[in-house]
């Protein structure tokens, strides 16, 4: 692999409404809602064609067992590959973040591929904790997760995929959550998942003196923060998936993109795991 030859094409999928305290952002303004994109990604590394998640269903699933939803537009990520000009049967790896409803529709329309994910999210997907079940897409609910009768490729702790392209586990959000780590010309590319909903969620809240304002939707808080410290320290550049600043450009890198400064005192708040 050659960094030099690595493309990165954000695919959205639709448009989530969400509310700011419960989901966004840690003591947000509750009942608030806002509109936010749900992204995958395409990989082209030159070598390998790799999917990071696969996004969203069809609107009147998604509206009917978990959020408002609205295409505006947006399809579905085989179809988006497709347009493109690229075989969904083409893709080499797909490697998921977590295996929550948002992130794994479609799946299967990528047949060749390895599918690869955590044992401990696997675990999970497939005997939920009840407050899970719409997470997941529980068979309790009526209806069949998109995961379901897939073989998986199980990663535990940090692992590389293909060359230039690996993984390191970040739970929190989910019990088995990883973020992604791809090289490239402009440095590492970070995809974090539902680590962060948002890159705000990566700058300080100084009215509480919290150096991250951190999003409110955790299974465990304290791994949570923790792998956003983590995050902090590994990137170059953060593409989140809920981000719609990430929707204006059509690929990354590109030229003069900035980078980010890694792990950054901010005065008047202080990192928890000093010694990451």
Known sequence: ???ENTRIYPINTGWLEADVGT?????????????????CFYIDTGDYKIMIDTGLPDEERATRYHH?????GCVESPTFLKNMG???GEIDVCI?????????????????????????????AHNPLPLYYRSYESPILGIEAPFIGCHFEFVEGEQTIVPGVSVFPSPGHSVGHQCVVVETIAGDAVFVGDAIFNLRNMEPNL????RYWVPARFVNSVDGWKSIEEIDKRSDYILATHDETVLEHEVF??????????????????????GI
Not at 23 to 39: D, N, V
Not at 68 to 72: F, P, T
Not at 96 to 124: G, Q
Request: with cysteine; proline share 5%; hydrophobic share 35%.
């Open 96 to 124: 998921f973040t977590h295996l929550h409803w948002d992130h794994v529709h479609n799946m299967k329309a990528f047949s060749n591929a390895r599918y690869i994910c955590t044992r401990t999210e696997f675990t999970m």
């Open 207 to 210: 009215e509480e003196k919290w």
């Open 23 to 39: 989901y966004l952002f840690w003591k947000g303004k509750a009942g608030e809602k806002i509109w936010h994109p749900t992204l």
């Open 68 to 72: 408002k939803c609205e295409k505006r």
């Open 1 to 3: 692999m050659s960094v």
């Open 86 to 88: 690229v075989d969904p």
């Open 253 to 274: 890198p590109f030229e003069g993109m900035p980078i980010r400064q890694r792990r950054q005192t901010v005065a008047g708040t202080s990192f928890y795991f000093s």
